[in-house]
């Protein structure tokens, strides 16, 4: 299976993401956080850093627990601006 190339725009919405989940975390250990989210730490690793701009859905959603964020926040938070053309959708 041929994987597309993410486009630069959902590279910068992996970054935004990224970010927010650094800023969530706070003092917290990344180990910590990846285990109340039964994740790796690894894994959490590259979603901070924008290695891995789009993370499953079930993946997103244990991190959101463990850092007691709402899914609906973080899809606002990745959103970029009107500038950038692409808005978070309603589903």
């Known amino acids: 299976m041929v994987r597309?190339?993410?486009?630069?725009?959902?590279?910068?919405?992996?970054e935004r993401f990224g970010l927010l989940l650094r800023q969530a975390r706070?003092?917290?250990?990344?180990?910590?956080?990846?285990?109340a989210?039964?994740?790796s730490a690894e894994?959490?690793?590259k979603i901070e850093t924008g290695r891995a701009p789009t993370p499953a859905f079930f993946t997103v959603a244990a991190?959101?627990?463990?850092?007691?964020?709402?899914?609906?926040?973080?899809?606002?938070?990745?959103?970029e601006d009107a500038e950038g053309?692409?808005?978070?959708?309603?589903?």
Request: glycine share 8%; hydrophobic share 45%; charged share 25%.
């Open 4 to 14: 597309v190339p993410l486009s630069p725009q959902e590279r910068q919405r992996g």
């Open 26 to 35: 706070g003092d917290r250990s990344m180990v910590d956080v990846a285990a």
């Open 37 to 39: 989210a039964g994740v």
């Open 43 to 45: 894994t959490l690793r």
């Open 63 to 79: 991190l959101a627990n463990a850092l007691h964020l709402s899914l609906d926040e973080l899809a606002a938070a990745c959103a």
């Open 85 to 91: 053309g692409e808005r978070a959708r309603s589903a």
